[in-house]
């Protein structure tokens, strides 16, 4: 039995509009994740791990993750001939129904590799890659017609016109897409300011707490989004468990919502998933409270599964979550209540989706991910901080498939 698809943008779709909901590009690697480690292998030794699982990562994360909510994505990215290169397309093209068009296949070039392994609420991780062979830009050439573009603000590639070219992020604003952009960890230290210059022309900036003072130089996270929101229409700024901040000059609006409770078992790909909430909610023009609110809990459920790309959830999976949610309200106590009323908005969405809704998938080269599961739902887990991992395995058993679960 296959998922069945839900497209929340479907009121908002006309033969004139854009091909793609969402537009992307960057490095795919792939991911192998070993969990349940008692400890890191000293040197000369071998260890067994309780779980594994296998998926694409890097920007298949992103990609992913606005695919399986029901947005309409396309990525440019380069692959190799190898196996790995294989696996990774198939997944995406296939599995994920993320458009490759824009992507290419390079003989003789090493798919890039990542080992995580996770130990007592930490992860260690060996990579080996090369530089692709093609530029983003010489790849892209023109971007196809989207109504969002997310990417990743950097030194290397700056957003703007280098050398007086046009880059294709700029050909996509000029074409209508909305630039959603997000900015990495600095191993520096030097946090540039110029790095916001690439703002200009972007809609969207949604860096986390740390990222954010570092980048303007505010002392507080809230000091932070008062500067990005001087920069672009909308300044969101993530603070772990605390919770996320944005401001929206378009519509006048300023919120701040909490983060669900959950057992965080592994952060990889949680911003992914966030960001990936938050377009979702601003194409379908949702108050900012209810974007940030949805991108919450779509991170919350993520950070409760292993394997980045592996763990973002599906409609299926919001849909499970809310229905929980709501079942114990009026027996789990104030924080349980105040989650039902947080997300009420969910009332409205969540019975147009199909009793067969996406849910999270079983990538993996072998034959089921072990990853494993943890206990509970994100209405109902002890607070743990979602932007920390943590060592606990699962139950062993295989990863939730995108094959619906069958009711009882």
Known sequence: MSAQAYDPLADERTPEGPQFDVFLAGTVFLDIVFTGLPAMPAAGTEI????????????????????????????????????????CWRT????????????????????????????????????????????SSEMIGSPPP???????????????????????????????????????????????????????????FMPNAIEAMAYTGADTPRDALYAIADKVPLAVVTDGANGAMAIDSMTGEEAFVPAPRVTALDPTGAGDVFGAGLVLGTLCRWPLADRLAFAEVCAGLAVQQFGGSLAAPGWGDI????????????????????????????DRLVPTVP?????????????????????GSAGTQPHHNPHEASGQPGDGGPATSRVPAQKE
Request: hydrophobic share 40%; aromatic share 8%; proline share 6%.
């Open 319 to 346: 849909a499970d979550w809310w229905h929980e949610v709501r079942a114990a309200a009026a027996h789990s106590g104030a924080y349980g209540s105040s989650l039902a009323r947080r997300y009420a908005f969910l």
């Open 146 to 204: 989207s109504r969002a573009v997310i990417v990743t603000l950097s030194p290397d590639e700056p957003l703007g016109s280098p050398g007086g070219l046009c880059s294709w992020a700029e050909l996509a604003h000029r074409n209508g897409s909305l630039i959603f952009a997000d900015v990495g960890w600095d191993p520096s230290g030097s946090w540039p300011s110029s790095m916001l210059e690439q703002l200009s022309f972007c809609h969207a």
């Open 48 to 87: 067994w791990a309780e779980g594994m699982g296998s998926c694409p990562g890097g920007i298949a994360n992103l990609a992913i993750a606005t695919s399986r909510l029901g947005l309409r994505t396309s990525l440019a990215a380069a692959f190799g001939d190898d196996d790995y290169g294989d696996f």
């Open 92 to 135: 995406l093209e296939e599995q994920e129904a993320v458009d490759l068009s824009r992507s290419r296949r390079f003989e003789h070039w090493h798919s890039p590799v990542t080992v995580s392994m996770a130990v007592d609420r930490d992860r260690s991780m060996v990579t080996h890659g090369h530089p692709a062979p093609m530029a």
């Open 355 to 375: 009793v067969g809704a996406v849910r999270r998938a079983a990538a993996t080269i072998a034959r089921y991910a072990d990853v494993g599961m943890p206990p």
